[in-house]
Protein backbone atom coordinates (compact mmCIF):
# COMPACT_ATOMS: atom_id res chain seq x y z
CA UNK A 1 0.00 0.00 0.00
CA UNK A 2 2.90 2.39 0.55
CA UNK A 3 4.35 1.71 -2.52
CA UNK A 4 0.76 2.80 -4.49
CA UNK A 5 0.93 5.86 -2.40
CA UNK A 6 3.98 7.01 -3.61
CA UNK A 7 3.32 5.87 -7.19
CA UNK A 8 0.33 8.28 -6.82
CA UNK A 9 2.30 10.95 -5.84
CA UNK A 10 1.34 11.48 -2.44
CA UNK A 11 5.00 10.92 -1.11
CA UNK A 12 7.02 11.34 -3.72
CA UNK A 13 6.26 14.11 -6.30
CA UNK A 14 6.10 13.27 -9.98
CA UNK A 15 9.08 12.42 -12.07
CA UNK A 16 10.40 15.16 -14.73
CA UNK A 17 13.66 17.55 -14.51
CA UNK A 18 12.55 20.85 -13.53
CA UNK A 19 14.62 23.82 -14.28
CA UNK A 20 17.66 21.57 -14.58
CA UNK A 21 19.20 19.37 -17.42
CA UNK A 22 22.13 17.89 -18.37
CA UNK A 23 23.28 21.10 -20.13
CA UNK A 24 23.23 23.53 -17.29
CA UNK A 25 25.09 21.03 -14.80
CA UNK A 26 28.40 21.65 -17.59
CA UNK A 27 28.88 25.10 -16.20
CA UNK A 28 28.83 24.17 -12.45
CA UNK A 29 32.25 24.96 -10.41
CA UNK A 30 34.60 21.37 -10.72
CA UNK A 31 34.01 20.35 -7.30
CA UNK A 32 29.71 20.83 -7.91
CA UNK A 33 30.51 17.93 -10.78
CA UNK A 34 32.69 15.12 -9.07
CA UNK A 35 31.42 11.84 -8.73
CA UNK A 36 30.54 9.72 -5.73
CA UNK A 37 32.88 7.37 -4.68
CA UNK A 38 33.25 4.30 -5.28
CA UNK A 39 32.06 2.53 -2.02
CA UNK A 40 28.71 4.67 -2.13
CA UNK A 41 28.05 3.60 -5.39
CA UNK A 42 28.92 -0.63 -4.56
CA UNK A 43 26.84 0.07 -1.07
CA UNK A 44 23.63 1.89 -3.11
CA UNK A 45 23.72 -1.06 -5.48
CA UNK A 46 23.82 -3.71 -2.64
CA UNK A 47 20.67 -2.27 -1.34
CA UNK A 48 18.68 -1.83 -4.79
CA UNK A 49 19.61 1.33 -5.53
CA UNK A 50 20.42 3.35 -8.83
CA UNK A 51 22.94 6.55 -8.64
CA UNK A 52 20.24 8.70 -9.94
CA UNK A 53 17.20 7.80 -8.09
CA UNK A 54 15.37 10.08 -5.68
CA UNK A 55 17.05 10.98 -2.39
CA UNK A 56 15.94 12.72 0.90
CA UNK A 57 17.86 14.24 3.98
CA UNK A 58 17.11 13.71 7.83
CA UNK A 59 19.24 16.10 10.18
CA UNK A 60 19.00 15.66 13.66
CA UNK A 61 20.99 18.78 15.75
CA UNK A 62 21.56 17.18 19.28
CA UNK A 63 23.40 14.21 18.00
CA UNK A 64 24.83 16.56 15.34
CA UNK A 65 24.07 13.83 12.22
CA UNK A 66 22.87 14.77 8.85
CA UNK A 67 21.36 11.42 7.06
CA UNK A 68 21.22 10.66 3.32
CA UNK A 69 18.38 7.92 2.48
CA UNK A 70 17.42 7.04 -1.26
CA UNK A 71 14.65 5.29 -2.97
CA UNK A 72 15.05 1.76 -3.41
CA UNK A 73 13.84 -0.17 -6.76
CA UNK A 74 10.55 -1.00 -4.00
CA UNK A 75 10.25 2.64 -3.90
CA UNK A 76 10.92 2.33 0.08
CA UNK A 77 13.64 4.61 1.37
CA UNK A 78 17.06 3.08 3.11
CA UNK A 79 19.91 5.30 4.51
CA UNK A 80 23.21 5.16 2.35
CA UNK A 81 24.95 7.77 4.31
CA UNK A 82 25.36 9.44 7.58
CA UNK A 83 27.86 12.75 8.13
CA UNK A 84 28.52 14.46 11.41
CA UNK A 85 27.57 17.99 11.32
CA UNK A 86 30.47 19.92 11.29
CA UNK A 87 28.96 23.17 12.41
CA UNK A 88 25.25 24.05 13.65
CA UNK A 89 24.30 27.03 15.51
CA UNK A 90 21.82 28.36 17.89
CA UNK A 91 20.08 25.96 20.53
CA UNK A 92 17.51 22.80 20.24
CA UNK A 93 14.14 24.45 19.09
CA UNK A 94 13.08 25.73 16.00
CA UNK A 95 13.86 29.55 13.92
CA UNK A 96 11.93 32.17 15.01
CA UNK A 97 13.15 35.11 13.14
CA UNK A 98 16.02 36.65 11.29
CA UNK A 99 19.20 37.07 13.16
CA UNK A 100 18.30 34.53 16.35
CA UNK A 101 20.95 32.27 15.10
CA UNK A 102 18.39 29.39 15.02
CA UNK A 103 19.44 26.65 12.89
CA UNK A 104 15.55 25.64 11.30
CA UNK A 105 13.25 22.74 12.13
CA UNK A 106 10.99 21.39 9.71
CA UNK A 107 9.92 19.77 6.98
CA UNK A 108 11.51 21.52 3.78
CA UNK A 109 11.69 21.26 0.57
CA UNK A 110 14.91 21.92 -2.11
CA UNK A 111 14.41 21.83 -5.81
CA UNK A 112 17.03 22.51 -8.76
CA UNK A 113 17.43 26.08 -8.17
CA UNK A 114 18.24 26.18 -4.57
CA UNK A 115 21.33 24.33 -4.99
CA UNK A 116 24.38 26.73 -5.24
CA UNK A 117 27.83 25.45 -6.89
CA UNK A 118 29.67 28.81 -6.63
CA UNK A 119 28.71 28.77 -3.18
CA UNK A 120 31.32 30.93 -0.97
CA UNK A 121 31.28 27.92 1.50
CA UNK A 122 32.51 25.48 -0.95
CA UNK A 123 28.96 23.79 -2.59
CA UNK A 124 25.08 24.96 -0.97
CA UNK A 125 21.66 24.77 -1.22
CA UNK A 126 19.10 26.86 0.64
CA UNK A 127 16.80 24.51 2.36
CA UNK A 128 14.06 26.44 1.85
CA UNK A 129 13.30 28.30 4.61
CA UNK A 130 10.64 29.97 5.59
CA UNK A 131 7.81 27.37 4.29
CA UNK A 132 4.47 27.27 4.51
CA UNK A 133 4.49 26.82 8.21
CA UNK A 134 7.17 29.09 9.46
CA UNK A 135 5.27 31.93 7.17
CA UNK A 136 1.86 31.00 9.04
CA UNK A 137 3.40 31.20 12.09
CA UNK A 138 5.16 34.90 11.32
CA UNK A 139 8.60 33.32 11.50
CA UNK A 140 10.98 35.26 9.38
CA UNK A 141 14.57 34.51 8.06
CA UNK A 142 16.50 33.61 5.03
CA UNK A 143 19.51 32.00 3.02
CA UNK A 144 19.70 28.98 5.66
CA UNK A 145 21.58 26.90 4.01
CA UNK A 146 23.75 23.24 4.11
CA UNK A 147 26.85 24.15 3.38
CA UNK A 148 30.63 22.89 3.22
CA UNK A 149 33.08 25.50 5.40
CA UNK A 150 33.03 24.30 8.62
CA UNK A 151 31.12 28.00 9.25
CA UNK A 152 27.33 28.25 11.06
CA UNK A 153 25.16 31.38 11.76
CA UNK A 154 21.98 29.77 11.71
CA UNK A 155 22.78 27.49 8.69
CA UNK A 156 23.80 23.28 9.15
CA UNK A 157 27.95 23.47 8.19
CA UNK A 158 29.60 20.66 6.47
CA UNK A 159 32.89 20.21 5.81
CA UNK A 160 34.47 20.53 1.78
CA UNK A 161 34.70 16.99 1.42
CA UNK A 162 31.45 16.30 2.93
CA UNK A 163 29.40 18.94 1.21
CA UNK A 164 30.87 17.23 -1.90
CA UNK A 165 28.85 14.13 -1.31
CA UNK A 166 25.47 15.23 -0.05
CA UNK A 167 25.59 17.97 -2.84
CA UNK A 168 26.34 14.85 -4.96
CA UNK A 169 23.48 12.99 -3.99
CA UNK A 170 20.53 15.88 -4.64
CA UNK A 171 22.49 16.32 -7.80
CA UNK A 172 22.45 12.83 -9.28
CA UNK A 173 18.67 12.56 -7.49
CA UNK A 174 17.72 15.72 -10.36
CA UNK A 175 19.57 14.08 -13.19
CA UNK A 176 17.77 11.19 -12.86
CA UNK A 177 14.04 13.25 -12.64
CA UNK A 178 13.62 13.96 -9.21
CA UNK A 179 11.95 17.41 -9.20
CA UNK A 180 12.45 17.89 -5.44
CA UNK A 181 13.69 16.70 -2.67
CA UNK A 182 12.41 16.65 1.43
CA UNK A 183 14.66 17.68 4.49
CA UNK A 184 13.47 16.75 7.50
CA UNK A 185 15.44 18.41 10.78
CA UNK A 186 14.69 17.77 13.93
CA UNK A 187 16.07 18.84 17.70
CA UNK A 188 17.12 14.89 18.33
CA UNK A 189 15.78 11.73 17.54
CA UNK A 190 12.23 11.26 18.13
CA UNK A 191 12.43 8.36 20.42
CA UNK A 192 10.08 7.70 23.61
CA UNK A 193 13.44 8.20 25.51
CA UNK A 194 14.54 12.03 24.13
CA UNK A 195 10.76 12.84 23.99
CA UNK A 196 10.37 11.61 27.77
CA UNK A 197 13.59 13.87 28.53
CA UNK A 198 11.85 17.34 26.99
CA UNK A 199 8.29 16.74 28.25
CA UNK A 200 8.81 19.99 30.02
CA UNK A 201 10.60 22.27 27.60
CA UNK A 202 8.59 25.00 26.48
CA UNK A 203 8.95 23.46 22.47
CA UNK A 204 7.69 20.14 23.34
CA UNK A 205 4.51 20.94 21.47
CA UNK A 206 5.94 21.89 18.71
CA UNK A 207 8.32 18.97 18.49
CA UNK A 208 4.91 16.55 19.42
CA UNK A 209 3.76 18.29 15.94
CA UNK A 210 7.17 17.10 14.00
CA UNK A 211 7.24 13.62 15.82
CA UNK A 212 3.79 12.79 13.47
CA UNK A 213 5.74 13.29 10.60
CA UNK A 214 8.99 11.63 11.84
CA UNK A 215 7.03 8.61 13.37
CA UNK A 216 5.38 8.04 9.45
CA UNK A 217 8.56 7.80 7.98
CA UNK A 218 9.71 5.77 10.16
CA UNK A 219 6.54 3.84 9.45
CA UNK A 220 6.56 3.69 5.80
CA UNK A 221 10.32 4.51 4.88
CA UNK A 222 8.80 7.04 2.46
CA UNK A 223 8.99 10.79 2.87
CA UNK A 224 5.60 11.69 3.93
CA UNK A 225 3.34 14.06 2.06
CA UNK A 226 3.35 17.34 3.78
CA UNK A 227 1.04 20.29 4.58
CA UNK A 228 -0.18 23.05 6.54
CA UNK A 229 -3.37 24.23 7.96
CA UNK A 230 -4.38 25.81 11.00
CA UNK A 231 -1.24 26.89 11.75
CA UNK A 232 0.09 23.02 11.65
CA UNK A 233 1.79 20.43 9.94
CA UNK A 234 -0.41 17.44 8.66
CA UNK A 235 1.31 14.57 6.95
CA UNK A 236 0.00 12.09 4.61
CA UNK A 237 -3.51 13.39 4.44
CA UNK A 238 -5.56 13.75 0.99
CA UNK A 239 -7.90 16.33 0.60
CA UNK A 240 -11.46 15.58 -0.06
CA UNK A 241 -12.38 16.58 -4.06
CA UNK A 242 -12.18 20.65 -4.48
CA UNK A 243 -11.07 20.87 -1.22
CA UNK A 244 -7.39 22.37 -0.72
CA UNK A 245 -5.21 22.82 2.46
CA UNK A 246 -4.78 26.60 3.69
CA UNK A 247 -2.10 26.94 6.05
CA UNK A 248 -3.57 29.90 8.34
CA UNK A 249 -6.92 28.83 7.52
CA UNK A 250 -9.01 25.64 8.05
CA UNK A 251 -8.19 22.23 8.03
CA UNK A 252 -10.13 20.79 5.10
CA UNK A 253 -12.18 17.06 5.39
CA UNK A 254 -9.46 14.33 5.06
CA UNK A 255 -8.79 10.42 4.50
CA UNK A 256 -6.15 8.42 4.73
CA UNK A 257 -5.43 5.10 4.03
CA UNK A 258 -6.63 2.36 6.62
CA UNK A 259 -3.57 0.59 5.99
CA UNK A 260 -0.92 3.68 6.98
CA UNK A 261 -3.60 4.19 10.06
CA UNK A 262 -3.83 0.71 11.47
CA UNK A 263 0.44 1.21 11.29
CA UNK A 264 0.37 4.36 12.96
CA UNK A 265 -1.99 3.14 15.69
CA UNK A 266 0.30 -0.08 16.59
CA UNK A 267 3.26 1.94 16.21
CA UNK A 268 1.77 4.48 18.68
CA UNK A 269 0.90 1.96 21.04
CA UNK A 270 4.30 0.41 21.74
CA UNK A 271 5.37 4.23 21.90
CA UNK A 272 3.30 5.23 24.68
CA UNK A 273 4.54 2.38 26.82
CA UNK A 274 8.14 2.94 26.10
CA UNK A 275 7.09 6.98 26.49
CA UNK A 276 5.85 5.66 30.18
CA UNK A 277 8.76 3.75 31.35
CA UNK A 278 11.12 6.61 29.99
CA UNK A 279 9.66 9.11 32.33
CA UNK A 280 10.37 7.22 35.40
CA UNK A 281 13.89 5.95 33.76
CA UNK A 282 16.86 8.07 34.81
CA UNK A 283 18.10 9.58 31.51
CA UNK A 284 20.88 12.79 30.56
CA UNK A 285 19.67 16.02 31.56
CA UNK A 286 18.00 18.40 28.48
CA UNK A 287 20.35 20.19 26.64
CA UNK A 288 19.71 24.17 26.57
CA UNK A 289 16.76 25.02 24.00
CA UNK A 290 15.75 28.49 22.64
CA UNK A 291 13.05 30.24 25.38
CA UNK A 292 11.08 31.28 22.67
CA UNK A 293 10.27 34.44 20.87
CA UNK A 294 11.32 36.64 23.44
CA UNK A 295 14.85 34.85 23.49
CA UNK A 296 15.05 34.50 19.73
CA UNK A 297 14.41 38.67 20.01
CA UNK A 298 17.37 39.54 22.18
CA UNK A 299 19.61 37.36 19.85
CA UNK A 300 18.41 38.87 16.95
CA UNK A 301 19.12 42.53 17.65
CA UNK A 302 22.19 41.04 19.46
CA UNK A 303 22.97 40.18 15.32
CA UNK A 304 21.73 43.27 14.31
CA UNK A 305 24.03 45.25 16.23
CA UNK A 306 26.90 42.73 15.52
CA UNK A 307 26.00 43.40 12.04
CA UNK A 308 26.81 47.20 12.21
CA UNK A 309 29.92 46.89 13.44
CA UNK A 310 29.03 47.75 17.05
CA UNK A 311 31.23 46.47 20.26
CA UNK A 312 29.11 43.46 21.65
CA UNK A 313 29.59 40.17 23.56
CA UNK A 314 31.45 37.60 21.82
CA UNK A 315 28.54 35.03 22.23
CA UNK A 316 25.31 35.64 21.92
CA UNK A 317 23.23 36.72 24.88
CA UNK A 318 20.88 34.00 26.99
CA UNK A 319 17.49 34.12 28.24
CA UNK A 320 17.50 32.29 31.54
CA UNK A 321 14.47 30.98 33.30
CA UNK A 322 14.23 33.79 35.52
CA UNK A 323 13.80 36.25 33.09
CA UNK A 324 16.92 37.60 33.80
CA UNK A 325 19.69 37.79 30.58
CA UNK A 326 23.01 36.55 30.36
CA UNK A 327 25.79 38.01 28.67
CA UNK A 328 29.81 36.69 28.18
CA UNK A 329 32.29 39.26 29.63
CA UNK A 330 34.40 39.42 26.93
CA UNK A 331 33.42 42.05 24.00
CA UNK A 332 34.47 42.04 20.84
CA UNK A 333 33.62 43.54 17.12
CA UNK A 334 33.05 41.69 14.01
CA UNK A 335 36.05 41.97 11.41
CA UNK A 336 33.87 43.50 8.50
CA UNK A 337 33.50 46.59 6.42
CA UNK A 338 30.50 47.52 9.11
CA UNK A 339 33.12 46.29 11.87
CA UNK A 340 35.89 48.59 10.73
CA UNK A 341 33.80 51.40 9.59
CA UNK A 342 32.25 51.52 12.98
CA UNK A 343 35.62 50.98 14.92
CA UNK A 344 37.19 53.65 13.06
CA UNK A 345 34.09 56.18 13.70
CA UNK A 346 34.37 55.21 17.47
CA UNK A 347 38.31 55.77 17.64
CA UNK A 348 37.22 59.20 15.39
CA UNK A 349 34.90 60.01 18.51
CA UNK A 350 37.56 59.16 21.30
CA UNK A 351 39.93 61.21 19.45
CA UNK A 352 37.48 64.07 19.64
CA UNK A 353 36.57 63.58 22.99
CA UNK A 354 40.47 63.31 24.19
CA UNK A 355 40.53 66.29 22.12
CA UNK A 356 37.61 68.04 24.29
CA UNK A 357 38.94 67.06 27.63
CA UNK A 358 42.37 68.54 26.84
CA UNK A 359 41.02 71.76 25.53
CA UNK A 360 38.97 72.23 28.94
CA UNK A 361 41.52 70.72 31.10
CA UNK A 362 43.75 73.77 29.52
CA UNK A 363 40.94 75.78 30.31
CA UNK A 364 40.93 74.85 33.66
CA UNK A 365 44.70 75.29 33.89
CA UNK A 366 44.63 78.50 32.75
CA UNK A 367 41.64 79.56 35.01
CA UNK A 368 44.10 78.24 38.33
CA UNK A 369 46.96 80.07 36.94
CA UNK A 370 45.28 82.87 36.39
CA UNK A 371 43.84 82.90 40.03
CA UNK A 372 47.20 81.90 41.46
CA UNK A 373 48.71 84.68 39.97
CA UNK A 374 46.15 86.81 41.27
CA UNK A 375 46.26 85.31 44.90
CA UNK A 376 50.17 86.52 44.37
CA UNK A 377 49.87 90.19 43.13
CA UNK A 378 47.36 90.78 46.25
CA UNK A 379 50.17 89.13 48.59
CA UNK A 380 52.81 91.26 47.82
CA UNK A 381 50.50 94.35 47.59
CA UNK A 382 49.67 93.01 51.28
CA UNK A 383 53.12 92.80 51.95
CA UNK A 384 54.18 96.46 50.16
CA UNK A 385 51.71 98.01 52.59
CA UNK A 386 52.38 96.66 55.59
CA UNK A 387 56.36 97.26 54.79
CA UNK A 388 55.11 101.39 54.90
CA UNK A 389 53.35 101.14 58.23
CA UNK A 390 56.46 99.23 60.00
CA UNK A 391 58.33 102.58 61.15
CA UNK A 392 54.62 104.13 63.04
CA UNK A 393 55.00 101.10 64.84
CA UNK A 394 58.32 101.51 65.88
CA UNK A 395 57.92 105.23 67.84
CA UNK A 396 54.94 103.92 69.55
CA UNK A 397 56.76 101.14 70.96
CA UNK A 398 59.84 103.69 71.90
CA UNK A 399 58.14 105.95 73.63
CA UNK A 400 57.91 104.36 76.80
CA UNK A 401 62.24 104.41 77.09
CA UNK A 402 62.49 108.25 76.85
CA UNK A 403 60.21 108.12 79.97
CA UNK A 404 62.67 105.44 81.72
CA UNK A 405 65.06 108.12 83.59
CA UNK A 406 62.42 110.05 84.72
CA UNK A 407 60.91 107.19 86.71
CA UNK A 408 63.81 106.22 88.01
CA UNK A 409 64.65 109.22 89.58
CA UNK A 410 61.10 109.38 91.10
CA UNK A 411 62.08 106.22 92.26
CA UNK A 412 65.31 107.21 93.77
CA UNK A 413 63.69 110.82 95.43
CA UNK A 414 61.02 108.74 97.23
CA UNK A 415 63.58 105.99 98.70
CA UNK A 416 65.67 109.61 100.07
CA UNK A 417 62.07 110.96 101.61
CA UNK A 418 61.61 107.53 103.35
CA UNK A 419 65.37 107.43 104.33
CA UNK A 420 65.44 111.32 106.02
CA UNK A 421 62.44 110.50 107.26
CA UNK A 422 63.26 107.34 109.39
CA UNK A 423 66.42 109.45 109.95
CA UNK A 424 64.83 112.27 111.89
CA UNK A 425 62.55 109.85 113.89
CA UNK A 426 65.46 108.60 115.01
CA UNK A 427 66.74 111.84 116.25
CA UNK A 428 63.83 112.69 118.04
CA UNK A 429 63.67 109.57 120.13
CA UNK A 430 67.07 109.61 121.16
CA UNK A 431 67.48 113.26 121.63
CA UNK A 432 70.58 114.17 118.45
Same mark, same amino acid.
Given at each position: ????????????????? %????????????????????????????????????????????? $???? $???????????????????? &?????????????????????????????????????????????????????????????? #?????????????? *???????????????????? *????????????? #??? @??????????????????????????????? $????????? +??????????? %???????????????????????????????????????? *? #??????? *????????????? @?????????????????????????????????????????????????? +????????????? &????? %????? $?????????????? %???????????????????????????????????
Amino acid at each position: MFVKLARTGILIAALGV %AGCNNSSMKDFAPEANKPLPDKILADMRAKGMVRTSSVMARIFKE $EGKL $EIWKAKTNGRYDMVASYDIC &KWSGKLGPKYTEGDRQAPEGFYTVRPAQMNPRSNYHLSFNIGYPNAYDRANGRTGSNLMVHG #ACSSSGCYSMTDAQ *IEQIYAFGRDAFQGGQTEFQ *IQAFPFRMTAANM #ARY @RNDPNYDFWKMLKVGYDNFEITKVPPKVDVC $EKRYVFNQV +AADGQTFDPTG %ACPATTQPDSLKSAYNSYMSTYDAAFSGAVKASVPAPKPT *I #AGIKEAS *IVSDWSKRRARGE @RVPIDPPSLNNDGSVTETARMGRIDSPAGRKMAALDAEKAAKQKAEEQRL +AAIEAAKQAKEAA &KAQAL %AEEEA $EKAAKEAPVATATI %AAPSETAPMAETQAASADESRVTKLKNKLLGMFGG
